[in-house]
Structures are given as structure tokens and as C-alpha cells.
């Protein structure tokens, strides 16, 4: 695979950003083919240039003002980095860490893939990754799962949390980034079904990956956890501050989980 990063332009450009980023890129397109995976999607961002300019526009529009909205809402000041970037398989959108520091990586030609590139989209990818950064700075460090159990609880309560945050963070605690066509309507349509069907899988411990990621579904709806997890969010913070939120344990949240379903 580091055949494809040999030093050029690209690597040059990627070095200016963090010797990390570079490394992190080469680790994670490893898990990729390059050429039927990686190279496509490139090519089509290339071949776009009027949408990165309009995704690019509508990034430094989100991003103006956006330390002070954080403060307001969760009362914390992140220290974190927004990094608007051309270099693919972290997805749209990734929060993680470069030289110590936390960072958001945005990945212009998936964001240009998924067509994300208005300013409504790019809110809503900004802000669910600024829940992750949030959720890690003043919760308790994510727990090492062991069990099928233990992995989707975790997962549903992670993105239940940045979901919650992004909502907050949007002002509209219906908003739901994933909602296109009727996907919110069959959500809510549904609810019990999926609640239901979730908790089974975690009694049984069983995958319950086919609720979450845009190249999975559960009867014909990607991202279906995201609701779940966001709906059963709000239902805790009821009862929790923001703080005592992300500061559950996976043993607390499956109880609640099951509560709740109940």
C-alpha cells in the first residue's frame, strides 16, 4: 500500500498538516484496496472542484463563532482541532488524536462522495464529532468491551451521546443528520420494534452491527442506532446532568437500556 504514498505533492501537503496525520493515513488505508476502493473515490472529488469549493465555504462558515457555542451549551472548552483535509478511509468524518492533541478529521472527497457539502451537512457532520471529542474529554475513558454485549451497548451509548450533543449543538432535538426520505418517519413508526429488537440482540449477545454504518441496514434503514441510541439518550438525561452522562458505566447503561425498553 505505501507504494500508492511514495513523496509528492500529496505527502508534502499531508507532512505540512503532521508527520502523525501522514502515518495515520498509511495505517488506515492498509485495511483498503487501493485502486478499486480508495483511487474512485478520489478521482470523483477531483473531478468536483465546485463541491469542495462549496463544502470548503460552508466549513468556515460552521466553524466561525463555534468555540463560544460549545462553552454555552456543555459549559466546557474543548481543545481540539478541526482539520479540513484531501486524504480518504477515515470517512467523512473521524474524531481522534494527532501528536497528543484532539483533533476532528474532515475528508473532503468523502464528504464530496456522500454529497455533505452544504452548510446544514457539514453542521451536522461537525457537530456529531465534536459529541465524540466532548463525551472523551469529560467522561470516563471508553471501556475495553469483551463481549458482543458489552460492544453494542457501548457503541449505542457513544453515538447515542454525540447524537444527544448534536442536537443541542443544532438547536432541534428532532434533528437527525441520518433523516433522508422517510428514514425519521419509519423510525419513530417503529420504535418499539427496534427497541425491542436491539435489547434482544444484547440479551442474546449477538452482532448489532447492521444498525449502524451507512453500508449496513436493518430492514432496508442504515444508521438506525443513531436513533435508538439518541432517543434512549434523552430518555437518561432526564434524570442526569451532561457531566453525569457521559460518565455512565457500560453495566449502568445496559440496565437503563433495559429499563427503558420496558
Avoid at 159 to 164: D, I, K, L, Q
Avoid at 228 to 249: M, P, Q, T
Wanted: charged share 25%; with cysteine.
Amino acid at each position: 500500500m505505501d507504494a500508492h504514498f511514495e513523496t509528492g505533492p500529496w505527502e508534502k501537503y499531508v507532512r505540512h498538516i503532521s508527520d502523525g496525520l501522514l502515518k495515520k493515513i498509511k495505517e488506515d488505508s492498509n485495511r483498503y484496496h487501493f485502486d478499486n476502493e480508495i483511487l474512485p473515490v478520489i478521482r470523483f472529488a477531483m473531478n468536483n472542484m465546485e463541491k469542495i469549493k462549496t463544502a470548503h465555504h460552508s466549513f468556515l462558515a460552521v466553524i466561525e463563532g463555534l468555540e463560544g457555542k460549545i462553552k454555552e451549551i456543555t459549559g466546557t472548552e474543548l481543545q481540539v482541532d478541526i482539520v479540513f483535509y484531501l486524504g480518504l478511509c477515515n470517512g467523512a468524518g473521524w474524531a481522534t488524536k494527532l501528536n497528543g492533541r484532539r483533533v476532528i478529521l474532515l475528508g473532503i472527497e468523502k464528504i464530496v462522495e456522500l454529497d455533505w457539502c452544504d452548510a446544514g451537512n457539514m453542521a451536522s457532520l461537525i457537530y456529531h464529532e465534536l459529541g465524540h471529542i466532548w463525551h472523551d474529554t469529560v467522561g470516563a475513558p471508553y471501556q475495553e468491551t469483551n463481549s458482543m454485549r458489552e460492544k453494542y451497548v457501548s457503541q449505542l451509548y457513544q453515538e447515542g451521546v454525540a447524537m444527544y450533543l448534536e442536537q443541542l449543538l443544532a438547536g432541534d432535538l428532532t434533528h437527525y443528520h441520518q433523516n433522508t426520505g422517510n428514514w425519521l418517519d419509519w423510525c419513530y413508526t417503529n420504535k418499539h420494534e427496534v427497541d425491542a429488537e436491539y435489547l434482544r440482540r444484547l440479551q442474546a449477545n449477538e452482532s448489532a452491527q447492521d444498525f449502524f454504518g451507512d453500508w449496513c441496514d436493518y430492514k432496508g434503514y442504515s444508521d438506525v442506532g443513531y436513533f435508538i441510541g439518541c432517543e434512549f439518550v434523552k430518555y437518561i438525561a432526564k434524570e442526569h446532568s451532561l457531566n453525569e452522562l457521559a460518565n455512565l458505566d457500560i453495566a449502568t447503561v445496559y440496565k437503563k437500556f433495559a429499563e427503558y425498553i420496558v
